[in-house]
């Protein structure tokens, strides 16, 4: 794996993409997701200029944080997010990209640490309505999105989705224009959002042209993964 040569790429496509859609240059950030993958590969990414890394796994990321400790790595936490998991990420991450319930929200809220800014948070929203059960309706998105923007340890963001993989751009980009669509309702409900996470390695300029600024790739930057390792 040539990872300063894939994060090259991936960047050429979004710069590409940003320029056929109408985005403005460089208003799609590019999140590593480096989960099962050792920490040499994220070192190499970090060398090449990468900051911004996600994770789902809590118990990989931490020994991954620690190895990779003062080295500039901003963390963002993308996976399954229970009760026990939320001291740890709410000490030990810069986002967190799946919460889908007050509950979870209120636990990171009230663990963040006082000496930290309030933790960024993206709420996720299941747009295909099918399969994957994370994420919280469309309809009821608008009343998670008021009760956590009051929340003091939490600063809420913007909306996430992982949808169902679809073949075609025009497939692609239906649950990421619902997402977009859904964020501006809330923004022009007086929320202040100001971002869309949405876009991986297969549907990243569907993402773009709908209004992504924050795409989530793996495989594209760090080939294959390893079996998901059985952790929390
Ligand atoms: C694994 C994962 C990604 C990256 O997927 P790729 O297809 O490897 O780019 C993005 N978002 C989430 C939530 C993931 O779990």
Redesign the pocket.
């Known amino acids: 794996m040539d990872i300063p040569q894939n994060l090259q790429r991936v960047q050429a496509r979004l710069r590409s993409a940003e320029q056929r859609y109408g985005r403005a240059p460089g208003s799609v950030q590019l999140l590593a997701?480096s989960?099962t993958q050792p920490v040499e590969a994220l070192r190499a990414a970090l060398e090449a200029g990468q900051r911004a890394f996600?994770e789902?796994y809590l118990q990989e990321a931490l020994d991954k944080q620690q190895a990779l400790a003062g080295q500039g790595a901003e963390w963002h936490f993308?996976?399954a997010l229970q009760s026990n998991k939320t001291r740890d990420v709410a000490a030990h991450f810069d986002w967190c990209?799946?919460v889908d319930r007050l509950k979870i929200a209120r636990r990171l809220s009230q663990q963040r640490p006082d000496d930290k800014p309030p933790l960024n948070i993206c709420i996720q929203v299941n747009v295909s309505g099918e399969a994957s059960k994370a994420g919280v309706a469309p309809a009821e998105t608008a009343e998670l999105a008021t009760q956590i923007a009051e929340l003091p340890g939490l600063r809420l963001r913007g909306l996430m989705a992982?949808p169902a993989p679809a073949e075609g751009f025009s497939a692609q980009r239906r649950p990421l224009a619902a997402l977009r669509e859904l964020q501006q309702t809330l923004v022009s409900s007086g929320l202040a959002l100001d971002t869309l996470s949405m876009g991986?390695?297969?549907d990243l300029e569907a993402a773009v042209a709908e209004g992504s600024t924050i795409v989530?790739?793996?495989?594209?930057i760090f080939g294959p993964?390893r079996a998901a390792q059985a952790q929390g």
Do not use: Q
């Open positions: 997701v989960k996600g789902n993308i996976g990209h799946t992982l991986m390695s297969g989530r790739v793996g495989t594209a993964r």
